[in-house]
């Protein structure tokens, strides 16, 4: 087995309106906002749980890599608008009022609290890019 000690830093979410993804990872989740660079659209946006600085989601614009060609940019819109290119999957010990607390913010709910045949209990958002968002209960 070989030694290492590796954490999960970042992961990356596109956005296609910073300013609506903002108010959802801040408002409707309570993420803080760790920094906000760029301008217009080119916004690189990253978030976090308060208690984890460690960890964030950076919310960045789709494609925006120069090696990134114009039939890439065009098949990730598509996907996105089809909400199958980005996702993430969250946890919470109070399920039920966490789900509460993001529907209260008008995020668009895919699934209610459901207990799962494999044994979890989640539900589901779309963020305002398409990105499927998961919520499971922690047991």
Not at 14 to 23: C, E, F, I, N, W
Not at 33 to 57: K, L, N
Not at 60 to 83: N, Q, S, V, Y
Request: hydrophobic share 35%.
């Amino acid at each position: 087995m070989i030694d290492m000690d590796i954490t999960i830093h970042t992961c990356a979410l596109p956005h296609t309106d910073p300013d609506a993804s903002l108010a959802f990872y801040r408002d409707a989740l309570g993420f803080e906002v760790r920094s906000d660079v760029g301008q217009g659209t080119m916004r690189w946006i990253t978030v976090g749980p308060a208690d984890q600085p460690g960890t964030s989601i950076l919310l960045a614009p789709p494609g925006a890599d120069p090696g990134t060609t114009e039939d890439e940019r065009r098949a990730i819109t598509e996907m996105m608008a089809k909400g199958t290119y980005g996702w993430i999957l969250l946890a919470t010990r109070d399920l039920d009022t966490t789900f509460e607390k993001v529907q209260a913010g008008d995020a668009e709910v895919i699934q209610e609290p459901t207990e799962q045949p494999y044994g979890i209990r989640d539900c589901a958002f779309r963020d305002p890019a398409g990105n499927l968002v998961r919520i499971q209960e922690l047991r």
